[in-house]
C-alpha cells in the first residue's frame, strides 16, 4: 500500500501568498498574474492598437480580447431591429439551450451521432408531408446550410435529369437553360453561372405583380429547358408566384411537344408560411400536390424560427434524385449516402429545428404566422392611412368576392376582431413601400433614402432599393415582419416612420447628402493623396453611394 503525506492547506495558501516577499516570490509573481486589474486595464487600452490584419507574437488575456471584441460589435445594428432581413434573430431560451449543448456536432459524422442524424431524418418526413408528398411516393431530401445550397442542389439534379434523358435519345445536351424572373434571388442566378446554364431571366412588370410573369415563361420554354424556378414568397414585394398556373402551361406544352419540363419551387420563406396560414398560397395549389413540381427548397432560418445556418430540400421521389450524384463514403468507421455541396457543417441548427416542429406542433407554427401577417397587414394600413406613403405589397389588400366591407377609420386599419389571412391577398408578412405619388409632388426635395437613413439613426434598419430591372426606376423600402416585431414594437415603427417623414417635410431643403453615410476611418485620407489618387477614390466613393440596397435577403 502505498503512502500518504498530510498535506495542511492553510500552511500552503499561508506559504504561496508570502512567495512575492523573495526575489524568486517576485519572478513568480510576473509570470503567473496578469498585468491588468480589469479588461480595460491592459496594453491596448492606450499604449498598442489592438492587431487587425496579423496574427500578434504574444497573445492577450481573454478578458480583455473579449470585451474589445464586444466593444467593436456594439457598432453592429440590433438584430432586432433589422427588418432587413428574413433571418430569424429569436429563439426561445430552451431552443438556445438546446443549440448550445450541440454547437460541438458535426453534421457529416454520421456515425458518430447517430441520434442527431435520427433527428435529421424525422425532420425530413415532418416536412415532406407538410408540403404534400402522396401516399406510395418515397420522399428523400437533405438538410443543407440555407436556401442557397439547397436550390443549386435542385437545379443540378434537373440538369442531370435533362441529359439523361436527351442522351438517351442521342440529343444534343450541350446547352441547358432555366426559366426564373428578374426578382430571384441571387442564388438562382449563381446556380445557373457555377454550373452552365443559361439563365433565361424575364421581366418582370407592375401587371405581373413583380413576379415571373406565366405569359413570359410560355415564350421562352424549349426542347432545352432543364426547369423552371417558381419562388414562393417574392423578396422584393412578398408575393407569391403562381405555380399551379405555370405548371398548366407546362402541362399543355408538354401535350403539344412531349417535353416534360420540371419546376422546383424556392419557397425559402414561403415554405413554412404557406402551409400553415389560413390564406395558404390563395387557393391555387404550389407543392407536392401538383405533379410537376419534383422539389422544393425552404429556410430554417427563416419563417422555421431557426438561428441561421439551416436550409432543408425535399424531392417528391427518389427518382428524381439522379443516382450518380449521390455519395456513398466511407468515413470513420460508417458508411453514409450524401448530396451536398458541403461536408462539415453544424448539427445543432438541425436539432432545433425538430424541437421548434415538435414544440409548436402545427397551431403553434400557424398563431406565429398569423400573428406576423396581421402586423404586416397593420403596418401597411397605417402607412397608406397616412396618405405619405403607398404599398406596393399586398398582404393587406381584400381578397376579391370577400363578402362584407369595413366601416370606420380604426376599422379600416386593425381590421375586424377574429379575422385571418383568409380575407386577404395571400404573400409574405412583407411590407414594401414607396412615398406617394401626391407626396412627391407636394413635397419634390423629400427622398425617400431619407426616410431609410434617418431611420437608421433610430436604430431601425429599413433598406431603401430599387425594384427589379425593367421596374428600377421605382424605389421601395420594405419592411420584413418576424416573429419577434409585437404589437408594442410596431406602434414604435409606426410612429417613429410618421416623425422622420415630418422631419424631413420640415427640413426638405436640407437634402440627403447631409445625412449619408461616410466611413470615418477614411476621413482625412483625401486630403492625404495626389490629385490623380483623390479623383480615383472619388469615383470609387460615388459608384458605391449610387448601387442599391442588395444584402436584403
Not at 480589469?38 to 487587425?52: C, F, I, L, M, R
Not at 431552443?95 to 454547437?103: D, P
Not at 441548427?349 to 406542433?361: E, R, S
Not at 436640407?510 to 493623396?529: F, I, K, T
Request: aromatic share 8%; with cysteine.
Amino acid at each position: 500500500m502505498p503512502l500518504a503525506r498530510h498535506v495542511d492547506p492553510e500552511e500552503l495558501i499561508e506559504r504561496l501568498h508570502d512567495a512575492h516577499i523573495t526575489e524568486g516570490g517576485r519572478h513568480l509573481r510576473k509570470l503567473t498574474t496578469t498585468s491588468h486589474l480589469t479588461p480595460y486595464g491592459s496594453k491596448y487600452a492606450s499604449e498598442v492598437n489592438v492587431p487587425k490584419y496579423q496574427i500578434p507574437s504574444d497573445g492577450a488575456p481573454a478578458d480583455t480580447v473579449y470585451q474589445l471584441i464586444r466593444d467593436e460589435l456594439d457598432l453592429d445594428g440590433r438584430p432586432n431591429l433589422n427588418l432587413a432581413s428574413f433571418v430569424g434573430t429569436y429563439m426561445e431560451p430552451n431552443a438556445t439551450q438546446l443549440m448550445t449543448e450541440n454547437l460541438s456536432k458535426n453534421f457529416a459524422d454520421n456515425d458518430e451521432y447517430p441520434a442527431m442524424m435520427a433527428i435529421h431524418e424525422r425532420c425530413i418526413s415532418i416536412i415532406a408531408k407538410l408540403w404534400g408528398v402522396n401516399k406510395g411516393e418515397r420522399a428523400v431530401g437533405t438538410a443543407t446550410t440555407g436556401s442557397s445550397e439547397a436550390i443549386h442542389l435542385g437545379g443540378l439534379a434537373m440538369k442531370r435529369r435533362w441529359q439523361e434523358h436527351r442522351r438517351a435519345k442521342g440529343l444534343d445536351a450541350s446547352k441547358p437553360n432555366i426559366i426564373m424572373g428578374a426578382n430571384a434571388q441571387v442564388a438562382l442566378e449563381k446556380f445557373a453561372r457555377y454550373f452552365e446554364v443559361e439563365a433565361r431571366i424575364l421581366p418582370v412588370s407592375k401587371g405581373s405583380n413583380y413576379r415571373l410573369d406565366p405569359e413570359l415563361v410560355k415564350k421562352n420554354i424549349d426542347e432545352n429547358t432543364i426547369g423552371v424556378f417558381v419562388i414562393m414568397g417574392s423578396t422584393y414585394t412578398g408575393h407569391y408566384e403562381p405555380v399551379e398556373e405555370i405548371s398548366k402551361i407546362l402541362d399543355e406544352y408538354q401535350e403539344r411537344t412531349g417535353i416534360d419540363i420540371p419546376i422546383h419551387v424556392d419557397a425559402a420563406s414561403g415554405g413554412f408560411v404557406a402551409p400553415f396560414t389560413h390564406a395558404g398560397a390563395g387557393g391555387p395549389k404550389w407543392n407536392f400536390q401538383l405533379p410537376r413540381v419534383k422539389s422544393i427548397n425552404t429556410s430554417g432560418h427563416k419563417y422555421g424560427l431557426v438561428y441561421a445556418g439551416v436550409g432543408w430540400i425535399i424531392w417528391r421521389d427518389e427518382s428524381y434524385l439522379p443516382q450518380h450524384l449521390i455519395f456513398e463514403l466511407h468515413y470513420l468507421g460508417g458508411t453514409e449516402k450524401s448530396f451536398a455541396l458541403n461536408f462539415s457543417r453544424p448539427g445543432a441548427q438541425v436539432i432545433v429545428q425538430y424541437y421548434n416542429l415538435i414544440h409548436l406542433g402545427f397551431k403553434g407554427y400557424r398563431e406565429i404566422m398569423e400573428n406576423c401577417l396581421t402586423n404586416a397587414r397593420l403596418l401597411s394600413k397605417s402607412l397608406e392611412a397616412t396618405g405619405w406613403y403607398t404599398c406596393v405589397s399586398e398582404i393587406h389588400k381584400p381578397k376579391s368576392g370577400v363578402s362584407g366591407v369595413l366601416t370606420g377609420a380604426k376599422q379600416a386599419v386593425s381590421g375586424s376582431a377574429g379575422e385571418t389571412s383568409t380575407a386577404y391577398i395571400a404573400g409574405l408578412p412583407v411590407v414594401s413601400f414607396r412615398l406617394s405619388d401626391s407626396f412627391m409632388q407636394e413635397f419634390p426635395a423629400v427622398k425617400q433614402e431619407s426616410v431609410s437613413l434617418l431611420m437608421r439613426a433610430r436604430q431601425w434598419i429599413i433598406p431603401n432599393y430599387a425594384l427589379p430591372p425593367n421596374e428600377n426606376q421605382t424605389e421601395i423600402l420594405r419592411v420584413v415582419v418576424r416573429e419577434s416585431l409585437s404589437l408594442d414594437l410596431l406602434d414604435r415603427l409606426i410612429s417613429d416612420l410618421v416623425s422622420v417623414t415630418q422631419t424631413l417635410i420640415d427640413n426638405q431643403e436640407a437634402g440627403v447628402s447631409a445625412l449619408q453615410h461616410r466611413d470615418a476611418g477614411n476621413a482625412g485620407m483625401l486630403y492625404d493623396l495626389k490629385e490623380s489618387q483623390r479623383k480615383t477614390v472619388e469615383g470609387v466613393v460615388k459608384r458605391l453611394q449610387d448601387g442599391i440596397h442588395r444584402t436584403v435577403c
